[in-house]
């Protein structure tokens, strides 16, 4: 279902709540990495320069204590966006209230107003996380139009995003989370053929229900990472030492064979005896891992191997790094896989999965992709297929309701 978007709605004079995901890395009152606010600011002056009047809401971490808002207060992060902007922002401490409502009152078209962390409302019995619906209707009275552009917290039903957007009038996706839509909802829903999955990380556990919704969908899966020990010893192969999760075995035999031969496991490992970065590497078949080693990263066939797989694809989805990427000697595969998709030609790649994009991007292959999600939970939970509450509130581009 198409979703309305920023373009298709009236800005000028409009007072405009927009979520965004500001939820920043910080230590000692300091952003370590502002690319989530880098990644922000097309949708933000878009609306700037349409004349809106903007009002921001974002979380920043848990806010469980007093204690904690100090930790998460999103002073730091009006500051940043301020000076990214060069334009000033007026700050409200506050999450409700006179001070809020007198700002977002006083504002002249094309100003900026940000909100205090919205999860400062967790401390009144979890407004904000369980989505009280006063909460999202007092938010909501504030604007005249919501713009959703915060993908990361759309598999949750939060008061700041699908409690604003029930209670509004307009509510409509920034140029992130329709990305987000584009790329992996089509992937997922309608891809172009081939689709090929490639499916790493850490546990099998916690992609049951992606690698269930994929199997239904992708022409192949290729299988790496340390999810590929499970599907090994379901196999009947020794895994030694690897990352391996026998209550998952027997799951992984059934898949193997349902799956049709459409799960590609790995031929070959780089193997070492203990779990540092400089632990010796050694490179053996599939069947061959001895029982005092395990399984660090793919090897140089698999490689080979998964490049034929990959040769005519027009769709690649990639979740889960191929190897203990953390430590260079084992990054080699998942390097490799980012070449060879950085080569394809005619192909969407599409990465979803905190710690994949966080591979690719410390890989240097950041702009080598069709798409990087900036989303981890909430891209998992789109490729499991399931509905996010989040994108679900967005209204439809036909008429104005979410339920047609
Ligand atoms: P994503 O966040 O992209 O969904 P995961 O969280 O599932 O990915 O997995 C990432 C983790 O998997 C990384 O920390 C990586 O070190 C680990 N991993 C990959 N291959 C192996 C392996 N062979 N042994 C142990 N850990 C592995
Ligand atoms: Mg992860």
Redesign the pocket.
């Known amino acids: 279902m198409s979703k309305k978007t920023i373009r298709d709605i009236q800005l000028q004079g409009k007072t405009v709540l927009m979520r965004v995901d500001f939820n920043v890395p910080m230590s000692d009152g300091q952003i370590t990495d502002d690319n989530r606010i880098v990644q922000a600011l097309p949708t933000i002056k878009y609306a700037l320069d349409h004349e809106a009047k903007l009002v921001l809401f974002s979380h920043l971490g848990r806010v469980k204590t007093e204690e904690d808002k100090k930790t998460n207060s999103l002073a730091p992060v009006a500051k940043r966006l301020s000076e990214l902007l060069n334009l000033p922002i007026t700050f409200v401490t506050e999450t409700r209230g006179s001070n809020l409502e007198a700002a977002v009152k006083n504002m002249e078209d094309g100003d900026i107003v940000m909100v205090e962390n919205t999860r400062f409302e967790d401390l009144n019995e979890k407004a904000e996380s369980k989505n009280n619906p006063e909460l999202g209707k007092y938010w909501a009275s504030l604007g005249d139009a919501f713009v959703n552009d915060a993908f990361g917290t759309a598999h949750r039903a939060h008061a700041s995003n699908v409690g604003i957007a029930d209670n509004m009038v307009v509510a409509v996706a920034g140029f992130l989370m329709e990305k987000e839509i584009k790329f992996i909802g089509e992937a997922v829903d309608n891809p172009e053929r081939p689709f090929v999955a490639i499916l ?4 099998v556990s ?2 049951i229900s992606v690698i269930e919704n994929l199997l239904t969908k992708a022409d192949k899966i290729l299988v ?3 999810m ?2 499970t599907f090994y010893k379901a196999r009947g192969y020794e895994v030694g030492l ?2 391996c999760e026998d209550d998952y075995v027997e799951f992984a035999k059934s898949l193997l064979e349902k799956s049709n031969g459409k799960l590609i496991l790995p031929v070959d490992n780089m193997i070492s005896k203990e ?1 540092s970065a400089d632990a010796e590497a050694v490179l053996v078949s599939a069947d061959q891992i001895p029982s005092d080693a ?4 793919i090897g140089p066939k698999t490689v080979e191997l998964f490049k034929k797989h990959l040769e005519n694809a027009k769709t690649v989805v990639w ?8 430590f260079d000697k ?1 990054a080699v595969g998942t390097n490799a896989i980012c070449k060879l998709l950085a080569e394809l030609k005619d192909a969407k790649t599409i990465i979803g ?7 690719a991007i410390k890989l240097g292959f950041q702009d080598k992709f069709t798409h990087i999600s900036t989303g ?1 939970g909430a891209s ?1 939970e789109y490729l499991e297929g399931k509905e996010l509450p989040g994108i679900s509130s967005i209204h439809n581009k036909c008429c104005s309701c979410k339920n047609c």
Not at 294 to 297: A, E, N, R, V
Not at 319 to 326: L, T
Not at 353 to 359: E, F, H, L, R
């Open positions: 790493g990380g850490a546990k916690d992609k790496c990472g340390a590929a020990y690897s990352k779990f395990m399984g660090m990263d979740n889960g790094p191929a190897g203990v990427f953390e084992f999965g905190g710690d994949s994009a966080a591979a981890g998992l």
